[in-house]
């Protein structure tokens, strides 16, 4: 949770200081989900995280050094050079790159599931989606073949209360989304604070063990409060300070939990395996125009 917090920071200012193009998408206030979720999985399985989830690259495995990598655009990273954001994957550890076409993870994460479970491998594929993109019709497809062929998928719902700056109440009549799973698909969801992350870690784990243990496929809601805007160039005024008063920040929550000294030594090392990653990026080389088109055609990178 703190990597993704310490290293959203970092990349605040990175962007801010004209370092990395386009825009800058954050997870603050939703890292015990995406941290959750991570930790999890068990390698094998697969996971297609969506742009506020940095915790969970992190937690399979993805390194600091290759996110940072991927956001300064250096040749070497996972989109070598073509993304300076978040659109990055690292297939070689389970980890799927995300498109920005909302939804679309849906129906491939239910694809690779159904892979699993015709060559009967004991693995397990998950995916993320926020209100906006419970409101594609790919997800809907996606969630119903899930429950017709009772594969190994694990739908974890980031309820933020926003899609952009619409509410989710002038979106959908029914803003409770595992309900809606459970009643519309016949998915087994639970709804759980997302601000809590022993509690997320606690019901996604035992969907994932559900899941891999043959019992088909499982959702869960977690309910949190998006803490910035949709991207940089949101400010988020339009979220009321009541309800922004009724939600914890996950990493003080469970810090508070923990022994002050245990604390401070995470925080340390965490300041610490930031700052070598990005030492690590920003001496990695710029893409290569010669290798522009590879993976635009057959050969592969
Ligand atoms: C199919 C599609 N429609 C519209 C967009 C533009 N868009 C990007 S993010 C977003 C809102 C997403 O809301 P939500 O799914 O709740 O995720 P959150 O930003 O709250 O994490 C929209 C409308 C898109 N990327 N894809
Ligand atoms: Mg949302």
Redesign the pocket.
């Known amino acids: 949770m703190l990597l993704q917090r310490t290293f959203e920071e970092r990349t605040w200012t990175l962007y801010r200081q004209g370092r990395i193009s386009g825009s800058m998408?954050d997870g603050l206030g939703?890292e015990a989900v995406a941290a959750a979720a991570g930790l999890a999985l068990e390698d094998g399985d697969v996971v297609a995280p969506?742009?506020?989830e940095l915790a969970t690259h992190f937690a399979r495995g993805v390194t600091v050094a290759d996110a940072f990598r991927n956001f300064l655009g250096r040749g070497d990273g996972p989109t070598f050079g073509r993304d300076g954001n978040m659109h990055f994957g690292v297939p070689a550890r389970g980890v799927f790159p995300l498109v920005?076409?909302?939804?679309?993870l849906c129906p491939v994460v239910v694809g690779a599931a159904l892979a699993f479970k015709r060559r009967g491998e004991p693995h397990v594929a998950l995916t993320f989606?926020?209100?906006?993109?419970?409101s594609?019709g790919d997800v809907h497809e996606g969630l119903n073949l899930a429950g017709v062929w009772q594969v190994p998928a694990v739908f974890v719902l980031?309820s933020?209360?926003?899609?952009?700056s619409t509410p989710?109440s002038a979106q959908m009549v029914n803003t409770n989304l595992a309900e809606r799973i459970q009643g519309g698909w016949s998915i087994p969801a639970v709804r759980v604070d997302g601000t809590d992350a022993m509690v997320a870690f606690g019901a996604i784990k035992a969907a994932v063990e559900r899941a891999r243990a043959g019992e088909g496929p499982q959702a869960v809601e977690c309910v949190t409060l998006?803490g910035h805007g949709?991207a940089a160039h949101d400010d988020a005024s339009y979220v009321p300070a009541e309800l922004r008063a009724l939600f914890a920040d996950p990493i003080e929550r469970l810090e508070s939990q923990l022994d002050s000294q245990e604390a401070d030594a995470i925080r340390r090392s965490v300041v610490e395996e930031i700052s070598a990653g990005l030492a690590e990026a920003e001496a990695s080389p710029a893409p290569d125009p010669a290798a522009m088109e590879h993976g635009i055609y057959a050969r592969p990178l």
């Open positions: 998408y939703q969506l742009n506020r920005s076409m909302l939804g679309n989606l926020g209100e906006g993109a419970f594609v980031q933020n209360g926003y899609s952009y989710s998006r949709h």
